[in-house]
């Protein structure tokens, strides 16, 4: 545990310390009255309220939408439904900008709605709550649908031989058994929603504003570090105690039930019922999925005068950007790419060691670590940003002229993502066998090399690709520390679309389909190397 602890320690929670200290702070004296004077503000009221509230709203709405979607990939068995499964779960690893973007061409001014009907929805709460729907709707489906392909159907039917309808089966057998996988989703739901900023700072505008939003706009805009550093402790205590309640959730669904093999519960549909079920999922996904992706994709190739590449040659020059950038805009992806495969690398080392840990001891002091390597997917990644600017800045410390800084900043987002893929796997490894190498001489590294890494080999494949999508697609703190003549692909197109101009909008779409386009393969090779069928990330 050394390792992971050190680094969360270094990069995690003292940047976050830090920037908490330097906005409470005046001449050395906590000044812990700035937190009831920034609250009863009627502005900073109406940010908590639109937060909270839309994050609600986003996930009541992801998991009616979704919720068919997890019964459908769960208990049917269709052509093309593992190629389908990793399409839904393409949103989930792209960008939020990239997802910002998709939902602004398709339902922003010219874009493909305004177009067809005349209708535009950018700007409007819609916008924001779609977007939000689009992004989650694999959370629901895998987490959910994971859990519900694996119980049992005959308990089910036999609630129906015993006189119970059709419904009424399934609320009283199968909804009490999937009511925790669905508070884990729903608690998922929420908090990506309530922490989001990506989505609300492109779609939004200027009239709605979420915590992580209001956060950049008081730290990056009008330097206002202690009104900052206040929501950063209320979005802290509301991420903590989702996650809290996230952990007991999982608990429940990991101790309550008898599961049995997927491949035993999926049969093809069969009546016009299911057929029709089956018909509307598919239909959701093209429209809620596909469309925003498709309709991305069209809008980087229409150019003037028809459609072409011009876009995308653009992006080899600097001067198309109109002064955007210090190089051409195509570097930002050699530049990710660098960058995510380094970040790669430290979170398979940080979330491995930790993943270990967690397998070799129980208690509260391990369940605690275990949720603290969570934290990093909801507490500001705004604030992390800005702390590694005000505090890796002095020996033996001093990152900020260095490239390291972008990658540890996403590591800390891809760490994670490596545990919650590895934990189930390492857990699953017999103790007995470590023994019996170590009876028969085995060092402990010949043991774990021998025993441990050929049974979790396919899963640290697929911990790999998540942590490198993920990293590819990281934006909250990036978007302080990136320098300007080495941006990321999302920094670029969150400069490029806040430029005016034909040009820098059609180079923003062509670099989110660059950018979709690699998270999209990623995920493509992961659910052919996925180890297991469970529905787990």
């Known amino acids: 545990m050394a390792v992971p602890v050190a680094f969360f320690a270094v990069f995690f929670a003292y940047p976050v310390v830090a920037i908490v200290g330097r906005g409470l702070k005046a001449d050395g004296v906590w000044q812990f009255g700035r937190i009831g004077e920034v609250l009863s503000r009627p502005d900073i009221l109406d940010v908590l309220w639109f937060t909270t509230w839309q994050a609600l709203a986003s996930t009541a709405l992801t998991l009616l939408i979704a919720l ?30 990239v997802v910002g973007t998709a939902f602004l061409a398709l339902l922003g001014r010219g874009g ?10 950018d700007t409007t709460v819609w916008a924001i709550l779609l977007a ?6 694999a959370v629901v489906v895998r987490t959910v649908g994971g859990l519900w392909s694996q119980l049992d159907p005959r308990q089910e039917e036999a609630a129906r031989v015993l006189g119970a309808g059709r419904f009424a089966a399934w609320r009283r057998v199968t909804l009490p058994a999937l009511a925790p996988a669905v508070a884990a989703a729903a608690l998922m739901v929420f908090l990506f929603t309530f922490t989001s900023f990506g989505v609300v700072q492109i779609l939004g505008g200027p009239a709605y504003s979420t915590l992580e939003v209001e956060i950049y706009r008081q730290t990056a805009q009008l330097l206002d570090l202690p009104t900052a550093a206040v929501l950063t402790m209320v979005q802290f205590a509301a991420v903590g105690a989702v996650l809290a309640v996230h952990a007991w ?27 029709a079920l089956l018909g509307g999922v598919l239909l959701t996904v093209l429209v809620l999925i596909l469309l925003p992706l498709g309709v991305l994709v069209e809008r980087s190739l229409d150019v003037p005068g028809g459609h072409g590449f011009d876009y995308y040659r653009a992006l080899r020059s600097a001067d198309a950007s109109g002064g955007t950038f210090l190089v051409a805009p195509l570097e930002a992806i050699w530049n990710s790419l660098r960058y995510a495969l380094v970040a790669t690398v430290i979170a398979l080392v940080v979330g ?52 390291i800084l972008v990658p540890l900043a996403q590591a800390l987002v891809g760490v994670p993502f490596v545990v919650r893929t590895m934990l189930p796997v390492l857990r699953a490894v017999d103790g007995r066998l470590r023994e019996a190498a170590t009876v028969l001489g085995a060092s402990p590294l010949r043991a774990w090399r021998e025993v441990d890494l050929p049974l979790v080999r396919r899963a640290l494949l697929v911990a790999a690709g998540f942590a490198f999508a993920v990293s590819l697609g990281e934006f909250g703190a990036t978007v302080f ?26 180079q923003a779409m062509a670099l989110s389909t660059i950018l979709m386009l690699v998270c999209a393969v990623s995920l493509l090779l992961l659910e052919r190397i996925r180890p297991d069928r469970s529905g787990e990330f």
């Open 249 to 275: 959730t999982v608990r429940r669904r990991e101790t309550a039930l008898k599961l049995v093999d997927p491949a035993q519960t999926a049969r093809r549909p069969r009546g016009a019922g299911q057929r």
């Open 68 to 97: 068919p979607g997890a019964y459908v990939f769960a208990r049917f068995d269709f052509p093309g439904k593992q190629l389908l499964r990793a399409v839904v779960t393409v949103p989930f690893v792209l960008p939020t900008v």
């Open 481 to 506: 520390i990136a320098r300007p003549d080495n941006p990321t692909l999302p920094v670029a197109v969150a400069r490029l679309l806040g430029r005016s101009g034909e040009l820098n909008y059609g």
């Open 352 to 403: 491995g060691l930790a993943a270990a840990a967690l397998t070799r001891r129980a208690g509260r002091l391990v369940r605690g670590f275990d949720a603290l390597l969570m934290l990093p997917l909801g507490v500001s990644a705004v604030t992390v940003g800005f702390g590694f600017l005000i505090t890796l800045d002095e020996p033996p410390l001093d990152l900020r002229t260095t490239r």
């Open 132 to 137: 939000h729907v689009f992004f989650n709707y």
């Open 112 to 121: 493909f709605l305004d177009e067809l009907a005349g209708v535009r929805l």
